[in-house]
């Protein structure tokens, strides 16, 4: 495990149960076998572990649900048959809906095996696929959960000869309502404190028999070796506790083959080692209770139970009676009493018939299973650390194997003690009824001290969210936080990342979001703003629950569309209704009108108010009181770290960047209609990608694809020509920052890669340089003037703002015009926007082309400076352009479901497009010829019709589909993509009729949709107010405005209503999902 921690790494003594803090790490360039600022953990006993309460975001458990089923279907042979894909159609739906799926009897089955398999701190792997899985998930009561676990014991113990057994109760649902087993194992013994500080019984159990104490377990008489009870939590509620009959436990008393005495000592342990706390993560769900046993190694209980110095601690006591000689380490007694100890648990458990091994051969049967991992599957997760027996290591063969640790899903994961998190209420309660210990006294001392001594847990907690399609919002965000660490205990998350849940123990929160779409949240915000919604319409009680709970909200904008910071509007409201004290209005940044200089005040002006609030005295060194508080930021130092032997992987860095699962698709087919050559031809690109049938590629027409562009070669050459320090173009790097801590901290938003790889992939190098990057370049000039023109566009919001108009100067433009400009290639890069996908609306059906996804994109290319200037090419339209078939092409499908055909075929529709805009219309008709059964091109009718997708029979039966009405608008009709297609789609009766408008046709005037709609007024209000028509309009912004406007003349002048009551009928309209846009951008 690598670990990165600002703060330090928690390393614990077991036996003296000190923890040490190492930070020496965070302040020295560490080399040797770990990277920079990064310290292996490994040897922790808990490494890592999921969080409280974590609900797992929707994305997460469908790419997970999806990767589980691949792999299930794949091990019983059914990799792509239909039932595969039938499966993973239905599991989709189920997490569409709710967040959730059911896993089969069969999937669980598999899933607790693979989990098993995949756990890299067992020995006894080689079992795997023996394991017998009990499923609870049933299970309502803690009454319940108990009954299955006394099957659980006795089914496993088998009167000594074990079998090993998983039991899955109920999974995660919200993260408050867990069913959770609070014993660490299912069978323990209990520790009690003397008052003289010793302890009888297992001192590791200690807390928790006190726990059981004080929820009213009894005992009469205590022993060393007392049975634990169990400890059960069903649905969150209040955990009830069960005393395990005696008869159900089988114990071996300890005796030694050689030594009579050693029976005298009264030892004894349990048959059944059964792991009870342990989280199982399966396929995208979790089950917090999920207790599995197999069967003891010797030294488990012979070394580590009986013999470790704070546990039974036997030692002396053996030694004594062995007679020993103890004045010296080097008689090699502790040694010697380690192994009669172990051979005295092997001696037992055989002698009582119970089920046991020695690690010889735990580790032979390991190494067996080690050999044939890597043979079969091509690896094996393996945590040398704890793998290695605790007595004999180097004459075990896992001594000599070197190993590789990392984590697969299906897994067992730690979690939190449930007792230390739910339900806090009871436990406090009833443990705060007992005489605190001497120990908890001290630990409560040592901590108030800690927290006394330390002002920065002082400090009110900010929380910093961020949604972001294209990289703003995360940029100013990534700064605000910068700024608010040095002054808050400051956090800063993607709300993709974020659990709502946690808003509750925040002071602060801090929004900064865009708004993307018609008025939607940007992606990354689309589950948060569900969650939003969720608690409302249920009424959660998640609240802004602090007295003094603030927020603040900035939404990033454009005044060009119609829903101008909508979703920035609703997150304001909505934490406004959740009962948080709004600490400043809401601040809308418009694109249009310098969104840098508004987010720079508003900064200003929000971290003011937090230290006004919490009553943070500022003095006049602390830039806050600064004028431009971005000096600091800019001059922020960057480098490249170069990362030796490392591979780059451009998938999962593309991946992890975007938090998107990309996939490749290959080119299969590129036609260009109309002229794509000069420089301002109006051409469009029709792409045709093979998916390979990828699951992760799947979509329904209306659907959207986000395509990765790529800079291309001459722009990078130009680039890199114009920077200082450029690393090897093949070296693997991580780009780094020093923070105003001065620490160099791993640039988050790039993950290691080649420099070639960063630049052609990641680094935004067309679009307009921000005023940050042009303040940057000024520092960073020889020549004054040039310096001084820099200045100015990066400090006058109106000189910068008719500059990028005009313009359209890109980063490397700039470089070139203002040559003496020489900047450091860290410095510029870790300021430039990272390269955002393009997204297209998907031109095809999954039903006919089933291994296909089809593009359709207008070429963007224009004269800048009137006519004057350079010649503006759009990024992506031009990578597109580039690309042969046999390329391929990084990608990932985002479904639009706001955009998808009607439920009910039988409703009319009206489609208005313009441009590209036809894209999704495309897809639309082709899955209605599916539907239909009407050919639909010879070359598409493939093979596979009806290999994976049936037609939808209900629709067939019905016969009754809607009329279809197309308005379709472009240039000049030689530029039409799909006419004879259109005309095919009409002669077959797909489509009811057509109507083509025209605005450069030579010799005619102009034509838009929007006057054809006009004409067609009184059927259009017709369909729309009588018939229940559903309106698709799909293309630029400025069109699906005048369309709007259009459609609500209409209602007014044909339904014989005034303008406001057209435009709320508009307004029903679209809230019954009735109007859809699909808008591609403002321009
Ligand atoms: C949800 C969604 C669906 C979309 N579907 C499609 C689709 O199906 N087909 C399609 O073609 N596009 C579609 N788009 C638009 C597409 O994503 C890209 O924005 C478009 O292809 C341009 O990308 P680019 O990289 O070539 O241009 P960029 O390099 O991103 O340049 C575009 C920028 O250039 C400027 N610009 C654009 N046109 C001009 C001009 N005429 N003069 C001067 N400057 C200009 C604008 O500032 C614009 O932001 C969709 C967009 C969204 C958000
Ligand atoms: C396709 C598209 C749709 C948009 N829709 C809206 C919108 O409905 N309302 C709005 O205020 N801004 C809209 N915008 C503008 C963005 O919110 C604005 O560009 C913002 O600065 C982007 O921030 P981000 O990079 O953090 O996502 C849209 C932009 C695009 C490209």
Redesign the pocket.
């Known amino acids: 495990m690598w670990l990165e921690d600002r703060h330090g790494v928690e390393l614990r003594n077991h036996t003296t149960g000190k923890v040490f803090v190492d930070k020496l790490f965070l302040k020295n360039i560490c080399e040797g076998p770990c990277s920079e600022q990064e310290v292996c953990a490994s040897s922790r006993m808990v490494s890592r572990q999921v969080p409280d309460n974590y609900k797992r975001p929707k994305e997460k458990v469908l790419q997970q649900a999806k990767e589980f089923l691949d792999g299930f279907f794949r091990n019983s042979k059914k990799f792509g048959s239909e039932e595969h894909i039938s499966r993973l159609l239905e599991v989709h739906k189920d997490i569409e809906d709710t967040s959730r799926y059911h896993l089969t009897y069969d999937e669980l089955v598999y899933g607790c095996g693979m989990a098993w398999r995949n756990a890299p701190r067992c020995v006894a792997r080689v079992q795997w696929s023996t394991l017998k899985v009990f499923d609870a998930r049933h299970v309502q009561t803690a009454q319940e959960m108990f009954h299955s676990i006394i099957e659980h014991i006795n089914y496993a113990t088998n009167q000594g000869r074990l079998r090993s057994v998983i039991t899955v109760f109920p999974p995660r649902t919200d993260g408050q309502s867990d069913f959770r087993v609070w014993n660490s194992q299912l069978i323990s013994y209990a520790g009690y404190r003397n008052p003289d500080g010793t302890i009888k019984g297992d001192p590791s159990n200690v807390q928790f028999t006190e726990l059981c104490l004080s929820l009213g377990w009894q005992i009469e008489q205590t022993t060393r070796f007392d049975i634990l009870p169990l400890v059960l939590q069903a649905k969150g509620l209040p955990p009830e506790i069960f005393v395990i009959p005696d008869d159900v436990v089988l114990q071996i008393p300890l005796a030694h083959p050689s030594f009579p005495w050693f029976q005298e000592l009264g030892l004894r342990w349990y048959a059944l080692p059964a792991v009870a706390n342990m989280l199982f993560d399966c396929g995208g769900i979790q089950f917090p209770a999920a207790p599995f046993n197999g069967w003891y190694m010797g030294t488990e209980i012979g070394s580590r139970d009986l013999c470790d110095p704070q546990r039974y601690d036997i030692s002396e006591t053996v030694a004594s009676k062995m007679e020993l000689d103890t004045s010296s380490h080097t008689t090699l007694w502790k040694d010697t009493v380690l192994l009669e100890v172990n051979k005295a648990v092997l001696y037992s458990y055989q002698m009582c018939g119970v089920t046991t091994w020695d690690h010889h051969t735990a580790s032979e049967s390991f190494m067996q299973f080690y050999e044939n991992e890597m043979k079969t599957r091509g690896g094996c997760p393996a945590d040398w650390i704890w793998l290695v027996p605790p007595m004999s290591s180097s004459i075990s063969p896992l001594f000599h194997q070197e190993m590789a640790l990392y984590f697969l899903k299906p897994s067992f994961e730690y979690q939190t003690a449930a007792w230390s998190n739910t339900p806090k209420k009871l436990a406090v309660k009833q443990i705060a009824k007992r005489t605190p210990k001497f120990r908890a006294v001290m630990i409560a001392v040592r901590l108030c001290s800690y927290l006394y001594h330390s002002r920065w847990l002082k400090r009110p907690k900010v929380v910093l969210l961020f949604a972001s399609q294209s990289g703003k919002a995360e940029n100013f965000a990534t700064k605000a936080f910068f700024k608010f660490k040095s002054l808050f205990q400051a956090k800063l998350y993607c709300m993709a990342d974020y659990d709502i849940n946690q808003l509750q123990d925040q002071h602060a929160t801090i929004a900064i979001v865009s708004t993307?779409?018609d008025g939607e949240a940007p992606s990354n915000g689309d589950e948060f703003k569900k969650s939003l919604v969720k608690i409302k319409e249920e009424n959660s009680k998640i609240r802004f629950v602090n007295k003094s709970s603030c927020f603040a909200v900035l939404g990033l904008g454009s005044t060009a569309y119609p829903n101008f910071c909508a979703f920035g509007k609703f997150v304001d409201n909505r934490f406004q209704e959740l009962g948080g004290t709004r600490l400043l209005a809401l601040n809308c940044a418009d694109e249009l009108n310098n969104q840098e200089k508004a987010f720079q005040t508003w900064l200003l002006d929000v971290t003011n108010a937090l230290c006004k609030q919490y009553l943070i005295r500022v003095d006049n060194s602390n830039f806050v009181n600064k004028g431009s508080s971005f000096d600091q930021l800019n001059t922020v130092s960057a480098r490249f770290s170069v990362i030796e032997g490392g591979k780059e992987d451009v998938l999962q860095v593309l991946s992890d960047v975007h938090h998107k699962e990309v996939s490749l698709a290959r080119v299969s087919g590129k036609s260009i209609i109309g002229d794509s050559g000069s420089s301002e031809g109006h051409a469009t690109i029709f792409l045709q990608l093979n998916t390979f049938n990828s699951e992760n590629l799947k979509y329904k027409p209306g659907d959207?694809l986000a395509v990765f562009?790529r800079n291309n070669q001459d722009i990078i050459q130009r680039f890199t020509l114009r920077l200082k320090n450029c690393p090897a173009t093949r070296s693997l790097i991580q780009l780094q920052v020093q923070n105003p801590n001065q620490k160099w901290q791993n640039w988050k938003k790039i993950a290691p890669c080649t420099f070639e790889t960063l630049l052609s992939r990641f680094v935004d190098l067309?679009?307009s340089p921000s005023q940050d990057t042009l303040r940057l370049l000024a520092s960073s000039a020889i020549d004054q003037t040039e310096k001084a023109q820099l200045n100015i566009l990066a400090e006058d919001s109106a000189s910068y703002k008719q500059w990028v108009s005009l313009g359209?100067a890109n980063i490397v433009d700039v470089l070139e015009d203002f040559s003496s400009v020489r900047v450091d290639a860290a410095a510029l890069i870790s300021i430039l926007p990272v390269l955002q996908p393009?997204?297209?609306?998907i031109?095809s059906s999954a039903a006919i082309v089933p291994t296909e996804i089809h593009?359709?994109?207008?070429v963007?290319r224009?004269l800048?400076l009137d006519g004057e200037g350079r010649v503006?090419k759009?990024?992506?339209?031009?990578y597109l352009e580039e690309i042969r078939r046999g390329d391929f092409v990084a990608c990932y499908f985002k479904s639009?479901s706001s955009f998808h055909l009607p439920l009910y075929p039988s409703k009319p529709m009206i489609w208005i497009a313009a441009g590209?805009g036809i894209?999704p219309f495309r897809g639309f008709w082709q899955q209605r010829c599916f539907e239909k059964g009407v050919p639909f091109h010879s070359t598409f009718i493939t093979k596979v019709w009806g290999k994976f997708w049936k037609p939808n029979i209900q629709h067939q039966a019905s016969n009754r589909y809607g009329s279809i009405y197309l308005y379709y608008g472009c240039k000049e009709k030689a530029l039409q993509p799909f006419s004879s297609e259109v005309d095919a789609m009409i002669h077959h009766k797909i489509i009811s009729r057509t109507f083509f408008a025209f605005s450069r046709e030579k010799g005619k005037s102009k034509c838009y949709v929007q006057d054809l709609l006009w004409k067609d007024g009184p059927r259009v209000s017709a369909q729309i107010l009588n018939e229940g028509a559903y309106v698709y309009v799909c293309g630029r912004l400025a069109m699906a405005a005048q369309v709007e406007k259009t459609i609500i003349k209409i209602i007014c002048q044909y339904g014989n209503i005034n303008q406001d009551e057209a435009e709320m009928v508009f307004k029903n309209l679209k809230a019954e999902g009735r109007y859809k846009t699909?808008v591609?951008?403002a321009?």
Request: hydrophobic share 30%; glycine share 12%; net charge neutral.
């Open positions: 993307f779409g959207h562009p067309t679009g359209y393009r997204f297209y609306s031109s593009l359709t994109a207008s963007v224009c800048t503006f759009g990024l992506c339209t031009s639009n590209s894209a699909d591609f951008g321009s």
